[in-house]
């Protein structure tokens, strides 16, 4: 069983920043790639940021500048940099990872259960 833990949301102003982490836990084998995704009201769920084992990293344009994703892979641990928040960027926060499960070399991926992020004045 694969669990992954979110944490560091919260209510910010604008232009305020906020770091968000994600732990896995349970039959990890390796974590192949990690990423941040969000759900506002009444949107698809989208991606923020993702992050492969190697090191490579991908944005969406709007967060470009402003979000910085980093991972630890001794402590199978995402984070997300947010800084010059904006409202827009008000939303369920989501970690998601493909980790490697068992021996075998079978892959899954998970979610976690999603940590809010408010940005108001």
């Known amino acids: 069983q694969v669990q992954l833990v979110e944490s560091g949301g919260g209510l910010v102003q604008p232009g305020g920043s906020l770091r968000l982490s994600c732990v896995g836990s349970g039959s990890i084998f390796s974590i192949i790639a990690m990423g941040w995704y969000r759900q506002a009201p009444g949107k698809q769920r989208e991606l923020v940021a993702l992050i492969a084992t190697g090191g490579g990293t991908r944005y969406a344009d709007s967060v470009k500048g402003r979000f910085a994703i980093s991972r630890d892979n001794a402590k199978n641990t995402v984070s997300l940099q947010m800084n010059n928040l904006k409202p827009e960027d008000t939303a369920v926060y989501y970690c998601?990872?493909?980790?490697?499960?068992?021996?075998?070399?079978?892959?899954?991926?998970?979610w976690g259960q999603g940590t809010q992020v408010t940005v108001s004045s």
């Open positions: 998601n990872a493909d980790i490697q499960y068992n021996h075998y070399g079978e892959i899954g991926n998970y």
